[in-house]
T-cell receptor
């Protein structure tokens, strides 16, 4: 079964510092990979996704992620954190059903002044 | 803009009550999903539907049922609410074509407290 593991349930960075949120996947077929963000008291919003083609994927709000098959990873990065980036981030992989997603447990990002 | 709406943001129910959570999407999406979100557990799939009157069990369907009588509406039913069903419930929808890589669009969530 397809699954993802997010390393670190809480990550704290200073404003202006690099953001790195880690996600490793397990999949028996070429995966489709997603990063979603959830701001307080809101639903999830797509940041970016990898389907096929270019392995470096750019998303909204300056985020990007690189699909590395050899490392089975899809880490999320942003060069310079902003206070507004504080949120819960979820990595997800397409499931066996081909319809639903299997989500990681989430990483809460705290940005300090 | 895709819009997914959920009937309530907050609900308080008593143990044993029958609870209905409603979700409506306005983008003519074929697929609709119900997840529950719990701290430290992420999102877990309860049920999904890929067409009107069609439904499939997700990872944690026990204690829940669903109904999809119209394409735009997907209801989650707690037949007899229990305290362990206290959670955040998220509805999502996605287009039918190319299923697995399509973006899912989420509603704002319903926070359910069962006393």
């Amino acid at each position: 079964a397809q699954s993802v593991t997010q390393l670190g349930s809480h990550v704290s960075v200073s404003e202006g510092a690099l953001v790195l949120l880690r996600c490793n996947y397990s999949s028996s077929v070429p995966p489709y990979l997603f990063w979603y963000v959830q701001y307080p008291n809101q639903g999830l919003q797509l940041l970016l996704k990898y389907t096929t083609g270019a392995t470096l994927v750019k998303g909204i709000n300056g985020f990007e992620a690189e699909f590395k098959k050899s490392e089975t990873s899809f880490h999320l990065t942003k060069p310079s954190a902003h206070m507004s980036d504080a949120a819960e981030y979820f990595c997800a992989v397409s499931s066996n059903s081909g319809y639903a997603l299997n989500f990681g447990k989430g990483t809460s990002l705290l940005v300090t002044p | 803009d895709v819009k997914v709406t959920q009937s309530s943001r907050y609900l308080v129910k008593r143990t044993g009550e029958k609870v209905f959570l409603e979700c409506v999407q306005d983008m003519d999406h074929e697929n609709m999903f119900w997840y529950r979100q719990d701290p430290g557990l992420g999102l877990r799939l309860i049920y999904f539907s890929y067409d009107v009157k069609m439904k499939e069990k997700g990872d944690i369907p026990e204690g829940y049922s669903v109904s999809r009588e119209k394409k735009e509406r997907f209801s989650l039913i707690l037949e007899s609410a229990s305290t362990n069903q206290t959670s955040m419930y998220l509805c999502a929808s996605s287009p039918g074509s190319g299923r697995a890589f399509q973006t899912q669009y989420f509603g704002p969530g319903t926070r359910l407290l069962v006393l």
